[in-house]
């Protein structure tokens, strides 16, 4: 009678399965230490209005309910890490625990949910940024955080890399001071929506590498400069090389022009990352090769028009395009344009 009733209770999402329980439940204290580590994903298994009136710092969201949970978190997690898992009070993180340890995650529930985080004195924030996870050539794990615009925040095997960090464009404010210090800072170019004082004052820490170009260094006091061209060692498996980024259209070549600012291609254990910065669709392109990931700016005068940013992709092609930058111009036509060349488009909220 006992395990019929359990069964029913699974059937109604009160219970994760009909046998043992197979993940691990904490408490807030053990939980606040677990996340704390680098080799860590926190999930959120609540519906996004929950998730936008507050959450924990840096946690994904996957709502539970949802008919494919299984194969969104299968798609967005790696399961070489630990999955923390939260939700309002505790019961449906633990279903969502058992039907991911059911499909190979490790995964580490909150007792009480995010209820009992509160009130333990624990922070959360209303900071919704879009997260998209990638696998290196060795299998380990790289997060890419949509902060705004130009404002990525890249996580590798516990290292922080900022690129273009403002703390305010608009009505949307990004609170870096709830995240940890930089290992690496890169910025583009001078301009207030790439290169923000503020930001860089707020993410330096004892061990942060700023790396940027002559004009930025200059005005900040200080920094690594790299000129177009230029490669630097991170690390055995980490390389950056900084890449031209400038207008070339009559009309449009003071707002970037040509030898100033920088580009970025990332190549972190295998996985090529290009930055373009603010950039037409140059011809320097076509020497941009293997790349993996692509982030392409799209708002015409200053950058590249849809048009130019397909033209770009179809030269670079990479695997995986976020046009960024963007602010109000239309991308709706761009996946169709891109759909023939085998390049995964995914839209982002770089306005």
């Not at 009160?14 to 408490?27: K, R, S």
């Not at 890449?243 to 100033?260: I, S």
């Not at 011809?283 to 015409?300: G, T």
């Amino acid at each position: 009678m006992k395990k019929i009733l359990t069964c029913l209770f699974a059937a109604l999402g009160l219970t994760t399965a009909c046998g043992q329980q197979n993940f691990e439940n904490m408490e807030v204290k053990e939980f606040a230490e677990l996340i704390a580590e680098p080799n860590v994903v926190i999930l959120d298994v609540r519906k996004a209005d929950e998730f936008a009136e507050g959450h924990i710092a840096g946690a994904v969201l996957i709502d539970q309910f949802q008919s494919d949970f299984v194969e969104l978190a299968q798609a967005k997690l790696p399961k070489d890490k630990t999955i923390a898992i939260y939700c309002r009070s505790g019961r449906r993180s633990a279903n969502a625990a058992g039907k991911l340890a059911d499909a190979g995650f490790k995964c580490v529930n909150l007792k009480g949910g995010i209820i009992a985080w509160k009130e333990a004195g624990k922070p959360v924030t209303t900071d919704t940024y879009e997260v998209d996870v990638f696998k290196t050539k060795s299998g380990k794990t790289v997060t890419f955080h949509a902060l705004t615009h130009a404002s990525i925040r890249i996580q590798y095997d516990g290292m922080e890399i900022e690129i273009d960090p403002v703390t305010k464009l608009g009505n949307k404010v990004i609170n870096f001071a709830s995240m940890p210090k930089a290992d690496y800072l890169l910025v583009t170019h001078e301009h207030f929506d790439h290169f923000n004082q503020e930001a860089i004052k707020v993410l330096t820490g004892d061990k942060t590498r700023f790396i940027t170009n002559q004009r930025c260094a200059d005005m900040f006091g200080s920094g690594e400069v790299m000129k177009n061209g230029d490669k630097l060692q991170i690390a055995k498996n980490f390389t950056i090389d900084a890449v031209p980024a400038y207008n070339y259209t009559e009309g449009h070549t003071q707002f970037h022009p040509k030898g100033r600012d920088n580009g970025y291609i990332l190549t972190i254990d295998g996985l090529r990352i290009y930055i373009a910065g603010d950039t037409e669709d140059i011809s320097e392109m076509s020497a941009v090769k293997d790349i993996d990931i692509a982030f392409l700016p799209c708002n015409q005068p200053y950058t590249m028009t849809p048009d130019q940013l397909v033209k770009a992709a179809k030269i670079i092609k990479p695997k995986v395009l976020f046009p960024y930058h963007y602010g109000q111009t239309d991308l709706s036509g761009i996946p169709e344009q891109l759909k023939g060349d085998g390049i995964d488009v995914r839209i982002r909220h770089y306005e």
